[in-house]
């Protein structure tokens, strides 16, 4: 349980660090940077590997601990992670959504946003996890009472979600929210990185650790679905921040859409100056 948690703090620490890199679209009046990929991704991704390949030896003994007898038969235990597992299954796109009819109403572009890049970055991280979940066919933890943590099979997922486990996608739907909300806020109010960021990765990993807990997935599932949905969040907010005034905003923000307003950016050389578009 104490690497478990070591991975938990380490992990939310790396990626609010990391978020508030991913924003801007980094140009200069010479020379636009709109390169999707970055060289922070690497880290991102070195992190997630490394951390995802240190857990399979540890699925069984994770499992047994979360599983522990004590724990599961909690009922305020059982409560919370019902609540918890609201915010990586239907909770972030009742919360866009609700974000998106408020915001259009009130006439708060960034809320707008916000809602429609949220819930675009679950969308592709959801996607992604599918097809991964499909393809490697792994047994969930219940189906085998926690006893074979490395039955994968190539396409036994079509079979049903019993062989659906890897990745975790309430794992997946909440990290992406979680570095889609941290990334955009990072480039509206730079100083909120390390308010906005643990608190939102941290309940990320409360919604994976409930899935522990409800002994639907393995410890290696969740790391996997946190690396998913990072990635999700973070390069869907980074292809809107550079292709500003895509067919998708435009229809679901129109004039609402932040993109009318001057932005300071950064060059990837260093340089500093000013962008924006505006529209008619």
Not at 12 to 24: F, M, R
Request: charged share 20%; glycine share 10%; net charge positive.
């Amino acid at each position: 349980m104490t690497r478990l948690l070591r991975v938990a703090v380490a992990t939310t620490i790396v990626l609010s660090s990391v978020s508030g890199a991913q924003t801007a679209p980094a140009t200069d009046s010479v020379r636009p940077d709109l390169r999707l990929f970055k060289r922070s991704d690497l880290y991102i991704l070195g992190m997630f590997t490394a951390a995802t390949i240190a857990m399979f030896p540890l699925d069984r003994h994770l499992a047994s601990v979360v599983r522990d007898e004590d724990l599961v038969t909690n009922r305020d235990l059982k409560r919370a992670s019902r609540a918890i597992r609201f915010f990586g299954g239907p909770g972030p796109f009742i919360i866009g959504a609700s974000m998106y009819v408020v915001g259009r109403a009130t006439r708060v572009p960034r809320m707008t946003e916000l809602a429609v890049h949220g819930t675009e970055a679950v969308v592709v991280g959801a996607a992604t996890s599918g097809v991964l979940k499909i393809l490697l066919g792994r047994e969930r933890p219940y189906f085998t009472s926690d006893t074979n943590a490395r039955n994968f099979r190539l396409g036994r997922g079509l079979k049903g979600g019993d062989f659906q486990s890897f990745p975790s996608g309430h794992s997946t739907a909440a990290f992406a929210a979680a570095a889609a909300v941290s990334t955009e806020t990072s480039s509206w109010w730079p100083r909120t990185r390390w308010i906005f960021g643990p608190i939102l990765y941290g309940g990320a990993t409360l919604v994976g650790v409930s899935r522990m807990y409800d002994d639907k997935h393995w410890a290696s599932d969740v790391i996997m679905g946190a690396a998913v949905g990072t990635f999700a969040g973070l390069k869907t907010v980074r292809f809107n921040h550079t292709h500003e005034g895509n067919r998708i905003d435009r229809f679901l923000l129109g004039s609402s859409s932040e993109t009318s307003r001057l932005r300071v950016i950064v060059g990837y050389d260093g340089s500093v100056g000013l962008a924006g578009r505006l529209t008619w």
